[in-house]
């Protein structure tokens, strides 16, 4: 069974992924992959905030636990001549600030220069404490794959609120092929990955634990990230789908009105 302090992370650790380049120099096997990314042009001046909601029989729907709740990610593209970056945020059921990804673009894919998580003491509180981790391998998402080409991320971290708490996350992602994905009523060419995790999880009194689990993600044209699928509550494996997209202002004032947001 999974410990519920590490439930939140197999969240936080759905955008992280690294480029294993192979051996074979044949790049009339590759394919570019990079329009499937997100159209970071449009995420400028502000950003905006991707809603994904969790889906229970291919019918998207927020329920009343946890693992049944929206999850929000505000996505900010800043474009300069030396380092291109794109900062995403995720938000607890809160609307706090959960982790915050620094990710550079460069030329072949995409880089992560920067993770840090963040635990609030209690549901009240509006103080955090953060942990930034360690960043074994960086690379995040790959311009250029062929069929089954397999690519590695790690990084390792210590939870906020306890700096015994410590876990390395181990990502292997498979690219399975082209798809088309539905988003609003309207089709999108697509990209999909078959994601296998591996997370050694170490503490001097609760022991070692290590948890491997397949998931899969899927990234759009002109949207990015549209689905994927995380561990929740009972070792169960949930699927989150792109449901809408906001500018921040609209976001503040969605919070606003959340029931769980009434602390």
């Known amino acids: 069974m999974l410990k519920k302090r590490h439930f939140k992370y197999f969240f936080i650790v759905i955008f992280l992924l690294v480029l294993n380049w192979g ?61 291109p970056t794109l900062i995403t945020t995720q938000f607890d059921v809160f609307c706090r600030q959960a982790a915050i990804y620094r990710d550079e673009i460069i030329k072949n894919g995409v880089l992560q220069q920067g993770l840090r998580l ?38 390792s971290w210590e939870a906020p609120l306890d700096k015994q708490d410590r876990s390395t996350l181990t990502r292997v992602r498979i690219f399975t092929g082209m798809t088309t994905h539905i988003y609003k009523g309207v089709p999108y060419d697509a990209v999909e990955f078959l994601v296998k995790d591996k997370i050694l999880s170490q503490h001097p009194i609760e022991g070692d634990w290590t948890y491997e689990y397949d998931k899969i993600e899927r990234y759009a044209e002109g949207l990015g990230l549209v689905y994927y699928t995380a561990i929740g509550k009972n070792n169960k494996m949930v699927g989150y789908e792109l449901a809408d997209m906001y500018l921040m202002e609209d976001f503040t004032k969605k919070c606003e009105t959340l029931f769980f947001n009434d602390y």
Do not use: H, W
């Open 23 to 83: 051996c074979n120099d044949d790049k009339e096997d590759y394919q570019n992959i990079a329009r499937f990314y997100y159209p970071l042009e449009s995420l400028t001046d502000g950003g905006k905030v991707y809603e994904f909601q969790p889906v229970i029989n291919d019918t998207i729907r927020a329920g009343g636990t946890d693992s049944m709740l929206s999850v929000y990610y505000k996505l900010e593209y800043f474009e300069t001549d030396t380092t």
């Open 118 to 155: 963040l635990e609030y003491p209690n549901i009240s509180s509006d103080s955090a404490v953060f942990s930034d981790a360690r960043i074994i391998n960086p690379n995040v998402y790959p311009y250029e794959v062929r069929d089954s080409s397999g690519f590695m991320y790690r990084v």
